[in-house]
């Protein structure tokens, strides 16, 4: 049970010293090891794998106690380039709790009671130290700290009573005016007001807020994963060609993910940010570093940490792995993205990356030239200088992220097939897209809003407030009707139409290419 607790991973065998190890095999080992080992490494069992000199090693995870950490330590030292990095690789998104748990922990914290353990990890030539577990219990005190977290009623109550004793002392001392000013008023609103007044961090008193920035969470530290060979049970330090840090990440992520596990299951969506697979790591760099893009979609960031820019970026590193993982075949067009998830976070999809071009060739083209679009002003042929806004063309509610995916897999389309006929120079010139690229872009997202007419009927689609008479595209409709039901059809998002996607998209680019002087 105190592994269970502790989520250390520990082989029934370990009894070393420095390298050496109580239990050796032998060197000719059976066809039934080998097959036995084999297998193993093919389940993708995280704890075994193969080494680059085909040496077999078994990972796992040594930890001690830890400092304690405070509460000042999470306001001052967590974030990025700070000394505690409390959104590594394998860490799910904050936000996991409703906002009335979020309540409850944070007050069974203020009053004392415990919530938990936090685990950290220091990496090998990492400068930061990584919150391996309590990215939701940190997160939480961040907010309050921030004051996007209030406690009211009942909880309110606990609170004030809990701290009483620091409101008398300041009440009763006589050095410090504005503190026995700030005690009186709160002594006077919890005795006559007919409401316990809120309790808001910034309007506590200073002998009040030093007293929870002095409170602190027990800490565990990993303090390293080892790699104990099968063969013949050397430890591998960091340096030897068969350590793989991937390998580290995926133990320390295995780690966080039972952590969690024990206390409340979690649904795979809400851990997709954290997952190993290729795919969503390379989507969640992009979504991380240029925000331009989520702009253009109607995302807007506040940068501050919350709850709702965590549900942004995770939001549109979906659509972006969705994307991604169509354009490359390797899911069918209506496949739910619970499942996609699970994959992930199996790493079913890590097999086979098609070669270029594909969708990782497509993100740096984002990186480089396409985030200029979605950034910068720029003037048409008649000199009135304006800006391409997605958000303005993707119409319709409820098929909103159907368009946005499609319109992502018509870029993925574009850049390939600007790549395989050498079509660049006519959008580029070096790194600075010219105005035939912004052309492009905003004719194809007032093409890509025709899926919101799906449920319309023909006779309809003159209306002046359906896209294609609201963005004269009616013409263009009527010459390529065909390509354009298709595209219609696809916001259906049913798997039975996944043969239609690629080859509709690949025709809808053609044909704006051909409208693009």
């Not at 979020?102 to 990496?123: A, M």
């Not at 354009?327 to 270029?356: C, H, R, V």
Request: proline share 4%; charged share 25%.
């Amino acid at each position: 049970m105190s592994q269970i607790e502790t989520g250390d991973v520990l082989p029934a065998y370990q009894h070393t010293t420095g390298s050496d190890v109580m239990v050796q095999v032998n060197k000719n080992e059976s066809q039934l090891v080998t097959d036995a080992k084999n297998r193993l490494v093919e389940s993708r069992a995280s704890q075994l794998f193969k080494g680059v000199s085909n040496k077999h090693y078994l990972v796992y995870i040594d930890e001690q106690p830890g400092q304690p950490i405070s509460v000042g330590m999470i306001e001052q030292e967590f974030g990025e380039n700070k000394k505690y990095n409390p959104r590594p690789p394998y860490q799910r998104p904050t936000g996991q709790h409703p906002v009335k748990i979020q309540k409850g922990i944070l007050l069974d914290f203020l009053c004392g009671e415990r919530v938990g353990t936090l685990v950290l990890y220091s990496r090998p030539n990492h400068h930061q130290i990584e919150l391996v577990d309590g990215g939701q219990r940190t997160d939480i005190v961040r907010r309050f700290l921030k004051g996007k977290l209030e406690l009211k009623g009942q909880q309110a109550a606990k609170f004030w009573a809990y701290y009483l004793p620091d409101i008398i002392r300041g009440h009763n001392q006589k050095e410090d005016n504005v503190l026995q000013i700030e005690s009186n008023k709160i002594l006077k609103s919890i005795a006559s007001n007919k409401t316990v007044p809120t309790v808001k961090f910034e309007s506590l008193p200073y002998n009040l807020r030093n007293s929870i920035r002095n409170l602190t969470f027990d800490v565990k530290m990993i303090s390293k994963i080892l790699f104990q060979c099968i063969e013949d049970g050397k430890l591998l330090s960091f340096e030897s060609p068969d350590y793989d840090e991937n390998k580290v990440v995926e133990m320390v992520r295995a780690k966080f993910n039972k952590l969690n596990l024990q206390q409340k299951p979690v649904q795979p969506i809400h851990q997709i940010w954290g997952a190993r697979d290729q795919y969503n790591i390379t989507a969640r760099s992009y979504v991380e570093r240029i925000p331009g893009l989520m702009s253009a979609f109607g995302y807007t960031l506040e940068n501050d940490g919350s709850s709702s820019d965590e549900e942004i970026v995770r939001t549109f590193n979906d659509l972006l792995v969705r994307s991604m993982l169509g354009f490359d075949g390797k899911i069918k067009w209506g496949l739910g993205i619970q499942k996609i998830a699970e994959n992930l976070l199996e790493a079913t999809y890590d097999d086979e990356i098609p070669s270029e071009p594909n969708s990782f060739g497509f993100i740096e083209f984002m990186n480089k030239r396409l985030g200029k679009v979605f950034e910068t002003s720029f003037s048409d042929n008649n000199n009135v200088t304006r800006k391409v806004e997605l958000a303005r063309e993707i119409v319709g509610v409820g098929q909103k992220a159907v368009m946005q995916r499609l319109f992502i897999l018509s870029l993925m389309e574009f850049w390939k097939f600007i790549q395989e006929n050498k079509l660049a120079s006519k959008y580029i010139s070096g790194e600075i897209p010219n105005p035939r690229l912004y052309n492009f872009v905003e004719l194809l997202s007032k093409i890509i809003s025709c899926v919101s007419m799906r449920t319309l009927e023909e006779n309809d689609y003159k209306n002046d407030t359906r896209p294609l008479m609201k963005y004269g595209l009616y013409n263009m409709y009527k010459s390529n009707q065909k390509l354009f039901d298709n595209l219609i059809r696809l916001g259906g998002h049913s798997q039975k139409d996944d043969y239609l996607v690629k080859d509709t998209l690949s025709g809808i680019v053609k044909l704006i290419d051909e409208y693009t002087l």
